[in-house]
């Protein structure tokens, strides 16, 4: 089966523009989250879907991130307007079943905010 | 609040050798601990995992109890390979929040 996939492998804007984040994940995958590791620091959880519903997005920095998951397949994450604290590397995971369950990560996307 | 603690290094070891990676956890609650595994160029993938109180995780000679009287859940492996230099991430779920709690990365490098 096709992992979790995500799109683009790496961005580079410039502060102030808007970029969108995607992932795809593992099909049939009812969960999807985000995490995002900043260069030095932990990665750290940003949020959580149930299908297209938003479960917990108590990890979600500020009012310009903005996700969605329209129909619970594909999920997209917006920042607008990019600053510079945003660069780093952005992970979606998947998972099916209860909360225990594993998570399944995409190889992430780098975001390098000039 | 929700917390992990594991060496950063790099820690360089020779093919062969025994390994272990600390790992201690601060969670409210009874959490599902989870070793990852980051190979260069690629994306995280699970490694083990243990979900209560004495259980071991196991998976390619990697080992890992969930320790609940120290909140420990340590990474062991007895004969190290070239092929294992990687970031290992400790992790768990629980503790009220929905994503994994992340330590922040031990860097491991294997020398033949």
């Known amino acids: 089966e096709a992992g979790v996939t995500q799109f683009p492998s790496h961005s580079v804007i410039e502060k102030g523009q808007t970029v969108t984040l995607r992932c795809d994940p593992i099909?049939?995958?009812?969960?999807l989250y985000w995490y995002r590791r900043v260069m030095g620091k932990e990665i750290k959880f940003l949020l959580h879907?149930?299908?297209?519903?938003?479960?917990?997005e108590s990890g979600m920095p500020n009012n310009r991130f903005l996700a969605e998951r329209t129909g619970g397949t594909y999920s997209t994450l917006k920042v607008q307007p990019a600053e510079l604290e945003d660069s780093g590397v952005y992970f979606c995971?998947?998972?099916?079943?209860?909360?225990?369950?594993?998570?399944?990560f995409g190889d992430g996307t780098r975001l390098s905010i000039l | 609040g929700n917390s992990v603690t594991q060496m950063e290094g790099p820690v360089t070891l020779s093919e062969e050798a025994f390994l272990t990676i600390n790992c201690t956890y601060t969670?409210?609650?009874?959490?599902?601990l989870f070793w990852y595994v980051q190979y260069p160029g690629e994306g995280l993938q699970l490694l083990l995992k243990?979900?209560?109180?004495?259980d071991k995780g196991s998976n390619k000679g990697f080992e890992a109890t969930y320790r609940k009287e120290t909140t420990s859940f340590h990474l062991e492996k007895g004969s190290v390979q070239v092929s294992d230099s990687a970031v290992y991430f400790c992790?768990?779920?629980?503790?009220?929040?929905?994503?994994?709690?992340f330590g922040k990365g031990t860097h491991l490098i294997i020398q033949p």
């Open positions: 879907f149930v299908k297209e519903s938003k479960q917990d």
């Open positions: 992790a768990f779920i629980g503790g009220g929040a929905d994503g994994l709690t």
């Open positions: 243990a979900t209560k109180a004495d």
């Open positions: 099909s049939g995958h009812d969960n």
């Open positions: 969670a409210t609650g009874y959490p599902s």
């Open positions: 995971a998947s998972s099916q079943g209860g909360q225990k369950m594993p998570q399944h």
